[in-house]
């Protein structure tokens, strides 16, 4: 069965340091592997995704997220986080063939000035 | 941007009450899904559905629940006889066909409080 684990509940950072969340699945093949963010009050937006190809991938605001399938892991990176980057921070996971997404327990990102 | 919304944002309701959470998908997805997050916990999957039928449900999903796409742009989710464990935040999303199914977009939920 597919499992995800955030391994970080809670994480502080400064405003303009870079930021690094980890996520590690384990999963038989080849997964589909996704990171959301959700803000208080908020639904879940999706930041990036990675299906297949280039293993360093894009996202919105300017994050960014590397598959490493040699250590399983699926980690989210950015550069210079800013106080609007304060939310709770989601790693998923999907499989060819099943809709169903399964998620981690989520990292809570907190910025202080 | 299109986006997924959901009404209520928040239900109160006693418990073997019936509820009816409301979406509206964005509107050329095919793919469709509720998950729920209980209070500090992960968010997990409920339910799967396309071409007007259940496609996957976990063992959540038992039959207290059922889903419904009564027209072109609604998509409910009902439980029969609420329990208090039923108190969580619904997510509805949905996905676009082919390939980009498993891209799921996610609306701002409602809060499900049983009292």
């Known amino acids: 069965a597919q499992s995800v684990t955030q391994p970080d509940i809670h994480i502080t950072v400064s405003e303009g340091a870079s930021l690094e969340l980890r996520c590690n699945y384990s999963y038989g093949a080849t997964p589909y592997l996704f990171w959301y963010v959700q803000s208080p009050g908020q639904g879940l937006q999706l930041l990036l995704k990675?299906?297949?190809?280039?293993?360093l991938v894009q996202g919105i605001k300017g994050f960014e997220a590397e598959f490493k399938r040699s250590q399983s892991s699926f980690n989210l990176r950015k550069p210079s986080v800013h106080w609007s980057d304060a939310a709770e921070y989601f790693c998923a996971v999907g499989e060819f063939g099943n809709e169903k997404l399964t998620f981690g327990t989520g990292t809570r990102l907190t910025i202080i000035p | 941007e299109p986006e997924v919304t959901q009404t209520p944002s928040h239900q109160v309701t006693q418990m073997g009450q019936e509820v009816i959470l409301r979406c509206v998908p964005i509107s050329n997805h095919l793919y469709f899904y509720w998950y729920r997050q209980i209070l500090g916990q992960k968010v997990e999957f409920l339910v799967s559905f396309y071409n007007n039928e259940i496609s996957e449900k976990s063992e959540i999903f038992d039959d207290q629940f059922s889903v419904e796409r009564p027209d072109g742009s609604n998509f409910t989710l009902k439980i029969r006889s609420t329990k208090l464990e039923d108190s969580a935040m619904y997510f509805c999303?949905?996905?676009?066909?082919?390939?980009?199914?498993?891209?799921?977009?996610f609306g701002p939920g409602t809060r499900l409080t049983v009292t």
């Open positions: 999303a949905s996905s676009e066909p082919g390939l980009r199914r498993y891209e799921q977009y």
């Open positions: 990675y299906f297949s190809g280039d293993t």
